[in-house]
């Protein structure tokens, strides 16, 4: 049995660059009351199943699915955890949907990334154990290393990524609920404090707080709700190498494995006259541009020139981060993905304020699980 999935209901908490006020499981209450309200759906009567995207090493507590139920309504019901994206934990329930196996599904994940002290140190024990860590590398070197990578190649230009980050801050301008945005130009990009060169600290999405769930539900299930659906047309993900010493330094294999199976699934053969716009992770500037091409939205080494003639900007030939993206938002840790799918659902409802597109019919939301990582998920979604 393969059954169509719709995204019925959206909701989210924050997003802040500190939430003092609130506990992380007061951020998912709000966020799944939310998406409750918004769906029209008692959870404890019409959910199967519950994911939550988390890694334990975030939390600070193991199996961390224990700590969810409550907030979620899922006591005593099926849920467990993904340790991965949002997007890994979107599959999840998309499979457990469209294979039969459940009706509706909740999918949470969050970021309460200002609790933690020590994130850096987090981050560098995800290298190899054995001949990457003993080097005590600061994981964000590897993001300077790949940056100049893509110079050296002439893909893009140090000028070109400083506009990525001036047209997503500008675009959180319009995002009640960006964290960084900014009206800002390329000069103050380019004369950040370096970060780890040639990337500037402006040229890296700085962390938020935040919660973000979402209800799904097969698509003759949806019609008995009163949320507007928003079809699951393809989804995918993949992983490269984990090795730096054997990993692709120019291109993301892993972004454009995971669209070449979103796309299959969604039987879409050209991205780049079918996708009208584009979530995509840019958890550092040149990411974005890195992106769009191995999502085979711009040909190789396009990206950068398409970005500074405003082809990416809302108005357009390919709005891409309309929401201001991570730079203008802020990086949520395994809620990225979902804050990227958040997006498109709004634009594609309709509700994007605003920022709202005028051409919003198919879009893609694609998320990079981050340093030192080669691990990418993408979701086509379409009204």
């Excluded at 070449?260 to 053969?269: D, P, T």
Aim: with cysteine; glycine share 10%; net charge negative.
């Amino acid at each position: 049995m393969n059954r169509t999935v719709d995204i019925v209901g959206v909701g989210w908490s924050g997003f802040g660059s500190i939430t003092p006020d609130l506990s992380y499981k007061e951020m998912i209450f709000q966020a799944a009351t939310r998406a409750y309200a918004d769906a029209g759906i008692d959870p404890r009567n019409d959910a199967q199943g519950f994911v939550t995207a988390a890694e334990d090493y975030h939390e600070g507590t193991s199996i961390f699915d224990e700590y969810t139920p409550d907030q979620l309504g899922a006591v005593l019901r099926p849920m467990h955890t993904i340790t991965g994206d949002g997007l890994h934990a979107l599959a999840a329930a998309y499979m457990n949907i469209a294979s039969g196996l459940m009706n509706v599904v909740v999918v949470e994940a969050h970021s309460k990334a200002s609790n933690i002290l020590t994130l850096d140190h987090i981050t560098a024990f995800a290298e190899d154990p054995t001949f990457e860590r003993p080097l005590a590398i600061n994981p964000v070197a590897l993001a300077g290393l790949e940056m100049q990578r893509g110079l050296d190649a002439g893909r893009y230009t140090v000028e070109q990524c400083a506009q990525v980050v001036v047209k997503n801050k500008n675009n959180a301008l319009a995002n009640p609920a960006a964290a960084y945005a900014a009206a800002i130009g390329k000069k103050p990009v380019l004369e950040a404090q370096p970060l780890a060169t040639p990337l500037t600290r402006l040229m890296a999405a700085s962390h938020a707080d935040g919660a973000i769930v979402f209800v799904l539900a097969d698509s003759d299930t949806a019609k008995r709700f009163k949320g507007k659906p928003v079809r699951v047309r393809g989804i995918g993900w993949a992983n490269d190498t984990p090795a730096l010493d054997s990993r692709e330094w120019l291109d993301a294999k892993y972004a454009r494995k995971a669209a070449e199976m979103a796309y299959r699934v969604a039987q879409i053969r050209h991205p780049r006259g079918e996708i009208d716009f584009a979530e995509v992770d840019d958890t550092f500037a040149y990411k974005e541009l890195q992106h769009l091409e191995a999502l085979q939205l711009t040909e190789p080494g396009q990206a950068g020139a398409l970005t500074e003639q405003g082809a990416t900007e809302r108005a357009g030939a390919l709005p891409v981060n309309p929401s201001g993206g991570g730079l203008g938002v802020g990086s949520l840790l395994d809620a990225n993905g979902l804050a990227r799918a958040l997006e498109v659902v709004l634009q594609l409802r309709g509700e994007a304020g605003a920022r709202q597109l005028h051409k919003a019919n198919t879009g893609l939301a694609f998320a990079w699980r981050g340093l030192p990582t080669t691990s990418g998920a993408a979701v086509v979604l379409s009204n």
